[in-house]
């Protein structure tokens, strides 16, 4: 990602979701929940890089912060490569920039939280426009949708679907997208909780 070094004032302005059943506030959940998840995300990080080093691994910050583009992208449906939410997608990319050129911890966990509620409030405006019947056999769906294909159902079958309620739900599994956005789908996959409804 090209760091673009204009971080949106009118973006980190908006700091309190609107949660009304038509319009729902992702940019003001982006940035409000980038605080709130902090400690979520940080000890999920600590989890794993405890566990590399058990296993006797090295942690190489700069070549981890080199992964997180392509592991954010990968996380997306493909209809959203484009970013449905370009000035949140602007500060998500200075982040993963900052990591790139400090190679330390503190700079890795803020692109992982920044990516992991980037994914987030793209997953949740996504669900909350798709039946899943309409993307259950698309291959190029996210695999985190995949994995919580059967609770997405159940909710779309308990209620009308609202935004806000999408949001909740996706925000139920922070910590596991933290992870697959650190490691990677087929490593993090692990760390995807059950989401109860």
């Given at each position: 990602?090209?760091?673009?070094?204009?971080?949106?004032?009118?973006a980190?302005?908006?700091?309190?979701?609107?949660?009304?059943?038509?319009?729902f506030?992702?940019?003001?959940?982006?940035?409000?929940?980038?605080?709130?998840v902090?400690?979520?995300?940080?000890?999920?990080?600590?989890?794993?890089v405890?566990?590399?080093?058990?296993?006797?691994?090295?942690?190489?910050?700069e070549?981890?912060?080199?992964?997180?583009?392509h592991?954010?992208?990968?996380?997306?449906p493909?209809?959203?490569?484009?970013?449905?939410?370009?000035?949140?997608?602007?500060?998500?990319?200075?982040?993963?920039?900052?990591?790139?050129?400090?190679?330390?911890m503190?700079?890795?966990?803020?692109?992982?939280?920044?990516?992991?509620?980037?994914v987030?409030i793209?997953?949740?405006?996504?669900?909350?426009?798709?039946?899943?019947?309409m993307?259950?056999?698309?291959?190029?769906?996210?695999?985190?949708?995949?994995?919580?294909?059967?609770e997405?159902?159940?909710?779309?079958?308990?209620?009308?679907?609202?935004?806000?309620?999408?949001?909740?739900?996706?925000?139920?599994?922070?910590?596991?997208?933290?992870?697959?956005?650190?490691?990677g789908?087929?490593?993090?996959?692990?760390?995807?909780?059950?989401?109860?409804?």
């Open positions: 990602m090209e760091k673009a070094r204009t971080p949106s004032s009118k980190k302005s908006a700091t309190k979701p609107n949660t009304s059943d038509n319009d506030d992702y940019i003001g959940a982006y940035y409000s929940g980038e605080d709130s902090r400690d979520d995300v940080q000890d999920m990080l600590r989890l794993i405890a566990s590399k080093r058990e296993q006797g691994e090295d942690v190489n910050w070549e981890w912060a080199s992964q997180l583009e592991s954010i992208l990968s996380l997306l493909s209809q959203y490569v484009e970013s449905p939410f370009p000035e949140v997608f602007s500060d998500v990319a200075n982040t993963l920039g900052d990591a790139e050129e400090d190679c330390s503190e700079t890795f966990v803020r692109a992982v939280r920044a990516g992991t509620m980037y987030t793209c997953l949740s405006l996504y669900i909350s426009l798709r039946h899943p019947s993307w259950e056999h698309d291959d190029d769906v996210s695999p985190v949708l995949q994995h919580y294909l059967p997405i159902k159940q909710l779309w079958a308990q209620r009308r679907m609202k935004k806000n309620q999408t949001f909740e739900f996706m925000e139920g599994a922070i910590p596991g997208i933290a992870a697959v956005v650190c490691l789908y087929a490593d993090g996959k692990r760390h995807l909780k059950p989401i109860i409804l």
